[in-house]
């Protein structure tokens, strides 16, 4: 057996203890790279600075657990920062089996930013319908949520007065792992009751809404573990996914250089076979 | 033992349950799935019982009083008939109400929010370029906005539709058309890998972090604890299945 066939028959989880270590030893010693902000990330940033005090920001929630190490910092960033501009932070999700993760999260943040429930935020948790929710709150957001997730009722909340419906929003921002999430806020939201609206997103869907960001549909898009490190470095509080990003990009590199090594002994493998069957011939001529 | 300890031994031990299977599948690692569906599941029925069943049904009918709810209840309730035979027919109304509405509500958001929007875009950057001042062309294949790259997404758009227009024979010029789309495709599919690769590795490096913080000594160690036990576990269920005889056919 040559060395390309045994390479190429290598014990599969030989490569997961490779990609292990290669995530585990820079969590354990991080190196600190340079993290470059990327254009779509700053603008939803410099947006939400450029907002006047006691703006409506609204934040949905649209995702699990499931996704948690990527979006979750994402949530927290964001949340800083709005309670940093002292904004009136409305917060929801369209994902039944978010809510918990997404009331912790925002109760968190409100807690270390020194919030007070129902003056300076809201978390009206999760209804049904889906992106029928999204339609119902441009129509009348306490028909939508007529009470809030400790079971308050919405009308009369402070942090909600002047607010009807999300033609009230000032800017809105979907985390979303899937559907429900971003693209259900533009079509059934922005698209139809006119309020600015920017999305984070998992990296796997990531690709999927840079059509909208290009043609202006969203203003800025998160992407990924990379784009929470990047909105934690513009906040300036730099928090898991900053810390991540060494192991990520060791992971990375583990994969192109696998990827290159395995195309290597593929190619290599094949131009032997090929002279192998050449030799049969050559001694039958 | 406090909640927070509790629950870090809990997701210690189901995450390292989980990783077991990457060695091979194993009893551990079928506990953690079965667990999973099963909290996800009543987790998910608590929820929309409280928040549909009990807020927004019982509380405004009940003591609010409106009335009108009880139809859509109603047709709530004919789903269930699905489950009676003779009454089956029923259902169909509230499938036929239920498709009607929602297709009444995506069609035509989703024309203008995808179809028109994104035509309009691939468009106007070309229209941009006779400005004022007269012809203008930008070369600048790093910004997203130049006209260079407005007419690569031109080509690329074309290209892809007529790669998936099948009403003709892709020979002649129509096969480098084709063959244009096909590396377009090729160069999405790779950058949408990329990002897959990306965001698993994300959720690694999300169990990793929290399994170092869970090695800390204020939760009492599960990481190292547990790690032994479940390398232990599978080493005797290893020993335990090679030493089975083969069961027969």
Excluded at chain 1, 139 to 159: C, E, H, M, N, W
Excluded at chain 1, 178 to 187: D, H, L, Q, S
Excluded at chain 2, 56 to 77: C, N, R, S, T
Excluded at chain 2, 208 to 231: C, H, K, N, Q, V
Aim: with cysteine; charged share 15%.
């Amino acid at each position: 057996m040559t060395l390309s066939e045994r390479m190429l028959k290598i014990d599969r989880r030989i490569i997961f203890l490779v990609i292990g270590l290669c995530t585990l030893l820079p969590l354990l010693y991080p190196v600190g790279l340079p993290i470059k902000i990327s254009p779509e990330v700053r603008s939803i940033y410099d947006y939400i600075e450029s907002l006047p005090e006691r703006s409506v920001f609204l934040l949905s929630i649209d995702f699990d657990p499931a996704s948690k190490p990527e979006l979750h910092p994402q949530a927290i960033a964001l949340l800083r920062h709005a309670f940093r501009k002292n904004l009136r932070v409305v917060a929801m999700t369209l994902w039944v089996s978010g809510t918990g993760m997404a009331d912790q999260l925002l109760t968190q943040v409100a807690k270390e930013m020194g919030k007070e429930d129902g003056k300076d935020y809201v978390f009206l948790g999760w209804s049904s319908g889906g992106t029928a929710v999204i339609i119902n709150m441009g129509q009348d957001l306490y028909k939508a949520f007529p009470s809030d997730y400790g079971g308050k009722a919405t009308k009369g909340i402070p942090v909600l007065e002047g607010v009807l419906s999300l033609k009230d929003v000032a800017y809105a921002i979907s985390l979303g792992a899937g559907n429900p999430g971003v693209e259900a806020w533009y079509v059934f939201g922005k698209d139809k009751y006119k309020f600015e609206l920017g999305g984070g997103c998992t990296g796997v869907i990531a690709p999927g809404l840079y059509p909208l960001l290009r043609s202006g549909q969203i203003n800025g898009l998160i992407g990924g573990l990379r784009g929470a490190a990047e909105y934690e470095s513009l906040v300036g509080h730099k928090g898991r996914a900053v810390a991540g990003m060494d192991a990520q990009s060791a992971t990375h590199f583990a994969i192109i250089v696998l990827v290159a090594m395995c195309n290597l002994f593929y190619f290599s493998l094949r131009q032997q076979q090929g002279r192998s069957r050449e030799l049969p011939v050559k001694r039958g001529h | 033992m406090d909640a927070t300890t509790l629950g870090a031994w809990v997701a210690t031990g189901l995450t390292l349950f989980i990783f077991s299977f990457l060695y091979k599948d194993n009893p551990l690692f079928k506990l953690a799935e079965h667990l999973y569906v099963g909290v996800s599941l009543g987790y998910h029925i608590v929820k929309i019982f409280d928040s549909v069943v009990v807020n927004l049904i019982y509380k405004p009918i009940v003591e609010q009083g409106e009335i009108a709810l009880l139809i859509p209840v109603a047709i709530g309730f004919l789903m269930l008939t699905r489950y009676v035979p003779k009454a089956a027919w029923m259902s169909r109304y509230a499938f036929a109400f239920i498709v009607g509405v929602g297709s009444g509500l995506a069609i035509p958001r989703t024309i203008s929010s995808f179809i028109l929007k994104q035509i309009e875009d691939t468009v106007r950057p070309l229209v941009s370029m006779a400005g004022g001042d007269g012809l203008t062309f930008s070369m600048n294949l790093l910004n997203p906005a130049s006209n260079l790259n407005a007419i690569i997404i031109l080509i690329g758009v074309s290209s892809v539709l007529f790669y998936f227009f099948f009403s003709i024979e892709h020979s002649g010029p129509g096969k480098v058309v084709a063959r244009t789309g096909i590396v377009f495709l090729m160069i999405a599919f790779g950058a949408a890998f990329g990002y897959t690769v990306m965001a698993r590795m994300s959720l690694l490096i999300g169990r990793l972090t929290d399994l170092i913080e869970f090695s800390d000594a204020s939760y009492g160690r599960p990481t190292l604890w547990l790690a032994i036990a479940t390398i232990g576990a599978l080493f005797l269920l290893g020993r335990r299945s090679s030493s089975s005889p083969p069961q027969s056919e």
